[in-house]
C-alpha cells in the first residue's frame, strides 16, 4: 500500500504503529531516498532485505523504481509525454509532473504482456524478495 513517501517512514513513532498492526510488512522506497530512510527503518528494528528494501538502480536518472523499468517503457511514455517531460526542470510542476510520469509508466507497462526475462530481470529480483519474506 502506498505509505506517502520519505518523511513518513522517516516518523519513527509512526512506522511503528504500523510495524505492530500488521504482521507481515515489506518496505519499498526509492533507492535515491535510502540515505534519509535506512536509518530511521534500523531504529525501528528492521533488517535490509529481511523487512526493507530500497529499489532502482545505481544510475544517474535510475535511482528510483522507474529505473528498473523496461527502456521500452520509459522512451514510449517519454516520446507521448513530452510536456511532462518538460515539466520535470520546472520547481513549480516537478512533483505535480513525477507524479502523472508515474501513473502514465505504469499505464504503459501494464499495456504490454511480452516483455523479456532481461527486460523484467531487476524487477524480478525484487519480486522473488519480497515474496520469499512475505510467504514464510
Known sequence: MPYGGKDVL????LLQFVLRKF???YVTYDLDADGDVRAALKRAGLKEDRHFMP?????????CIEGMLPQRV??????????????LTSAGERRRAKEELKRRYLEEF????DYSK???KAL???????NTRLCK
Open 10 to 13: 522517516k516518523n519513527t513513532l
Open 55 to 63: 529499489l532502482g538502480m545505481a544510475q544517474a536518472g535510475k535511482e
Open 124 to 130: 524480478a529480483r525484487v519480486t522473488r524478495t519480497i
Open 23 to 25: 504482521d507481515r510488512v
Open 74 to 87: 520509459v522512451s514510449a511514455v517519454h516520446a507521448k509525454e513530452t510536456d511532462l517531460v518538460m515539466k
Open 118 to 120: 532481461e527486460e523484467l
Open 110 to 113: 501494464k499495456s504490454h504482456a
